[in-house]
Every structure is written in C-alpha cells, then in structure tokens.
C-alpha cells in the first residue's frame, strides 16, 4: 500500500497551486483521507479531512481556500489551494484511514514540498 502525494511547488502570494495524493495497493473508496502540513521547525498539523460520504472538514486557517476532494475510481485525493499565503509554506503530507483516526492514521504519503513566495 503506497500514498504517493505531487503538484508541489513554488507559488507567489496569491496564486494557486493542486496537490494530488494517489494510493495504490488497495482500494481506497471506504477509507477516509486527509491532508497535513508541517512548516520547518513545527509540528505536523491538520489541513482538511474527506470522509467516505463525502463531508470534509477544514482547518480554520485554509476555511474559504483550499477545497479537499476525491475521485474513487481514481483512488485519489486532491487538495485545491487558492488564495494562498507565505504561512502555507510546508510539506504537505497525504494520509488515510480506515476510521479517520487522525493521531495515528493508517497511511502516510511521503510529503510534497509548497512554498509560497511573499
């Protein structure tokens, strides 16, 4: 079972960027998904969350410019990120689980590096 996160990149304030997590191995389509970010020299932290239903939840500091979505036939999970700010800067890091237990998922991906420039 592998996470495979891409479309990381440099990106001036203000600008947009798509990041995609691929999970191969099994299917994915049961399994809640989420994305997480870790800044340098900070703690690893939630970003936004898909259920199997298609609810997402959102971290209060990306509410209103990043959108989570998923293509089940795709087994992919991407994250839309707009409007985007020099704070954003991080690896972001894709994660699955069965149950949405997020202190100790299931998946990790390997992380995509985002900076945005000021």
């Known amino acids: 079972v592998q996470l495979v996160e891409s479309g990381g990149g440099l990106v001036q304030a203000g600008g947009s960027l798509r990041l995609s997590c691929v999970a191969s191995g099994r299917s994915f389509s049961r399994d809640a998904m989420a994305w997480f970010r870790q800044a340098p020299g900070k703690e ?51 994660a699955a ?14 992380g995509t590096q985002v900076t945005v420039s000021s």
């Open 44 to 94: 690893r932290k939630f970003v936004a969350d898909i259920r199997n239903g298609g609810s997402t939840n959102y971290a209060d500091s990306v509410k209103g410019r990043f959108t989570i979505s998923r293509d089940n036939g795709k087994n992919t999970v991407f994250l839309q990120m707009n409007s985007q700010k020099p704070e954003d800067t991080a690896v972001y890091y894709c």
């Open 97 to 110: 689980d069965q149950f949405g237990n997020w202190r100790n998922p299931d998946f990790w991906g390997q």
